[in-house]
């Protein structure tokens, strides 16, 4: 069964350091997307992306984080200069081709450590 | 904020039929309803949807009132495995996020 991978598992990081966090979603969709949880909290919707651009972010997603599909497969995070605050874990999810209505489908996660 | 209300826990026993409820009254028409879980810190993962009517697949049966407002997610034989935290989700077509509230922590007992 297709599903979505993300690598690395665990990330630690020293605050300041620019950090990428990398997906392969399921390989026939469109929609891609970036959550976090930070440690007993709620999953928190961060962005979506669809044909080559932004389509949606949250306030979460401020001008430290950008995205990228840089080659048709991979689908990246970033944060330019990270805090203790983006400790949480990262979860990528795809979905295929109704938006909304067509399910998506969450990776395992990256687990950011920021020291 | 999640537009779903559910018990912040429940326990049942190992081999039972676990029914998690889920009130959704302010559901539009054009909203799905969707059940994920979350085992321990892992990536969510997607159970079911429905709009009106009751579905069932490999994992488990999902039972709509017939004003929506409120739904059961029904695991028919639970196992120690099916322990985790479960978010039933009101999503439309228009909506590319996903709304995660707190979730019903289910605990399985042996």
């Known amino acids: 069964e297709p599903e979505v991978t993300q690598t690395p598992s665990h990330q630690v990081t020293q605050m300041g350091q620019e950090v990428i966090l990398r997906c392969v979603p399921i390989?026939?969709?469109?929609?891609f997307y970036w959550y976090r949880q930070i440690l007993g909290q709620k999953v928190e919707f961060l962005v979506s992306?669809?044909?080559?651009?932004?389509?949606?972010k949250s306030e979460i997603f401020d001008d430290q984080f950008s995205v990228e599909r840089p080659d048709g497969s991979n689908f990246t995070l970033k944060i330019r200069s990270t805090k203790l605050e983006d400790s949480a874990m990262y979860f990528c999810?795809?979905?295929?081709?109704?938006?909304?209505?067509?399910?998506?489908?969450f990776g395992p996660g990256t687990r950011l450590t920021v020291l | 904020d999640a537009k779903t209300t559910q018990p912040p826990s429940m326990d049942c026993a190992e081999g039972r039929a676990a029914n998690l409820p889920c009130n959704h009254s302010?559901?539009?028409?054009?909203?799905?309803v969707y059940w994920y879980r979350q085992i321990h810190s892992q990536g969510p993962q997607y159970i079911i949807h429905g709009l009106k009517n009751n579905e069932t697949n490999e994992m488990a049966s999902l039972i709509i009132t017939e004003d929506r407002k409120s739904s059961t997610l029904i695991l028919p034989h639970a196992t120690l495995r099916d322990t985790a935290v479960y978010y039933c989700?009101?999503?439309?077509?228009?909506?590319?996020?996903?709304?995660f509230g707190k979730g019903t922590r289910l605990h399985i007992l042996p």
């Open positions: 302010t559901i539009s028409g054009n909203e799905y």
């Open positions: 989700i009101s999503h439309t077509n228009r909506d590319d996020k996903i709304i």
């Open positions: 390989s026939n969709h469109l929609y």
């Open positions: 999810a795809s979905s295929g081709l109704a938006k909304g209505t067509d399910t998506q489908y």
């Open positions: 992306f669809y044909n080559n651009e932004i389509s949606e």
